[in-house]
């Protein structure tokens, strides 16, 4: 089983202190940001950045459905990380100054991929479907930010 990664960012017209608060509204406008491949948006607990649980439903392909529960930390300041309690996967968003008024959003998910020929495929082509969700996300965060 190897370890799976996909990575994507953003420069985003607004300070990082106002992109990295809008990431960790999971009450309000992080279920605002979410395409169309999320479904079931529950905030179970918390609801601001560390100690937050949330549940949604995740469509990678139109085969692969993720259900997902995850718990909130902020390891480092810029950083949340999101840990599903359902698998493998590890959600890290981290965001920092990217010039006057500007901040660079960061997110990497990494998990343990399927062994044998399922995982070869896995390993080729989920990196970059995931990334093209998170994209279409940190699209609508800068959209909702520089309004």
Known sequence: MAQVEATTERIIAADAEAVFGALADYKDTRAKLLPGHFSEYQVREGGDGAGTLVHWKLQATSKRVRDCLLEVTEPSEGQLVEKDRNSSMVTTWTVTPAGE?????????????????????ERTFAPKGLARIYDELLANLATELEK
Do not use: D, E, H, S
Request: no cysteine.
């Open 101 to 121: 008024g500007r901040a660079k959003a960061v997110v990497t998910t990494v998990w343990n991929g399927a062994g044998g020929i399922g995982g070869f495929f």
